[in-house]
Structures are given as C-alpha cells and as structure tokens.
C-alpha cells in the first residue's frame, strides 16, 4: 500500500466525503477546512466569510488501488467548477472550489487537468477552480464526519445532496467499495 492525501473544495463538504468514502482505495476522507488566516476555525466562524478558509475534504487514499488524477476527474464531476465562490444556493468564500496540493507532483497534475478541461471545453463557462499549497488542514466538527451517510433524511440532503450522489454512484459504480 502506498498512502498517500489529497485536499478539494467544492461546496458543502457534506457530499463530497460521502462521495470520496465510497470509493475502492480511499481509505478516509475528512471534513475540514483549509486556505484561511484563523487558527482553528469552527463551522460557524467560516460560515462568516472572515476567516478565509473554505470547505473542504482531505482524502487519504493507497495509490496502488486509486490515483491522483483519477481523484481529480471525480472531484471535477461533483460539483461546478465554474461557480465563483459558491455551488447552487451555497453562497461564500467558503463554498469556492479549489485544489489544495500536498507536493509538487499533485500542483503539476491539478493545473495540468484544468488545462485539458478547458481546451475540451467541457464546461461552458470558465473553470475558476484555484490551485493552491496546502495550508493547514483543520478537522471539521465531529457531527460533519460522515454527516450524508447518518443523515440521508434531512432535507438539504435530501434536496441537494442525494440526487448528486445517487448520479455519482451510478456513473462510477465500478469504482464503488461494495
């Protein structure tokens, strides 16, 4: 096994743990908050816009079973990469999407990947995705750990998140832990 992270933002982090933890050869994804000025931030300082940081999911993964750039093209189809500053109705700083590298290797392959994405023109408008050196992570609150999967129920969930998972988990099933 050959360990390694990776750190994404991309709105609420709500779906994109779940989605990260159902995949064969991530080992956990966390919810936390990363890219801001505050030590130690809580949910309800970010949720200020005066911190700085956003939402995010650090995924540690074994790159013999997943890779990174596969980790990239998932992150990708969770969410739009081409809303400033938000995803739907989560609007904020924290809510921006961006690529929070680990090394060198991960900087060359996020950038490289939003290269390629922009001269296919997969998205109709500019990607604004940010690529940035991984500042401190910060673990999120217990309650966000694993909050879809113990809360499919409740209505944000249930409006926003399940119908993103539930195409997530048909179009990658091959992908999925069983």
């Excluded at 956003?54 to 969770?78: H, K």
């Excluded at 680990?102 to 995705?129: G, R, S």
């Amino acid at each position: 096994m050959k360990q390694t992270q990776a750190t994404f933002a991309g709105g609420c982090f709500w779906c994109i743990e779940a989605a990260f933890n159902s995949l064969k050869g991530v080992i956990n994804a966390t919810s936390g908050y990363c890219g801001g000025a505050t030590v130690d931030p809580t949910y309800e300082s970010i949720c200020t816009g005066q911190t700085g940081h956003a939402e995010v999911v650090q995924v540690s993964f074994d790159e013999t079973i997943i890779s990174y750039q596969d980790l990239l093209a998932l992150f990708f189809t969770l969410h739009d990469a081409t809303q400033l500053n938000r995803q739907g109705n989560d609007i904020g700083t924290q809510y921006r999407s961006a690529v929070f590298y680990h090394n060198e290797q991960q900087q060359k392959q996020a950038e490289a990947y939003i290269k390629v994405l922009t001269t296919d023109a997969v998205f109709e408008k500019p990607i604004v995705t940010t690529v940035t050196p991984l500042a401190t992570f910060y673990v999120a609150e217990s309650y966000h750990q694993g909050y879809y999967l113990q809360n499919p129920n409740q209505g944000y969930c249930a409006m926003v998140i399940s119908p993103k998972f539930n195409k997530f988990k048909t179009k990658y099933k091959n992908m999925l832990k069983s």
